[in-house]
């Protein structure tokens, strides 16, 4: 299984951006696949979560009301829409795929077993 982000980039505070994360080598239906970030001097930090074809999401605190976490079965595509960016959310951001899962949790990478190489997104004040 291979992932591949892209839609990173430099945005003005308030601004958006949709990253994108194709699946290519394996089933994309059924899977928890999540959404992490690691900016420098912090550690990696799970954002939003979901379970492959059906509604169930998950989101961290700081995610909550500003980001969420389409699919598209149709194009084995994830996405992360960020809005109302905020120089806190610079990032390097990750998509992460796993297994199936009751709850896709967002607290431990360790759950999920194919990483891509990551989506760089600057925010400037």
């Known amino acids: 299984v291979e992932l591949w982000e892209s839609g990173g980039g430099s945005v003005q505070t308030g601004g958006s951006l949709r990253l994108s994360c194709v699946v290519s080598g394996g089933s994309f239906s059924g899977r928890c696949m999540a959404w992490f970030r690691r900016s420098a001097g912090k550690e990696r930090e799970g954002v939003a979560g979901?379970?492959?074809?059906?509604?169930?999401?998950t989101y961290a605190d700081s995610a909550k009301g500003r980001f969420a976490i389409p699919q598209d079965n149709a194009k084995n595509t994830l996405y992360l829409r960020i809005d109302d960016l905020e120089p806190g959310d610079s990032a390097m951001y990750y998509c992460a795929a796993g297994g199936w899962m009751n709850y896709c949790s967002i607290d431990r990478a360790g759950l999920y077993s194919y990483w891509g190489r990551g989506t760089q997104v600057t925010v400037s004040s």
């Open positions: 979901t379970r492959i074809g059906d509604d169930h999401t």
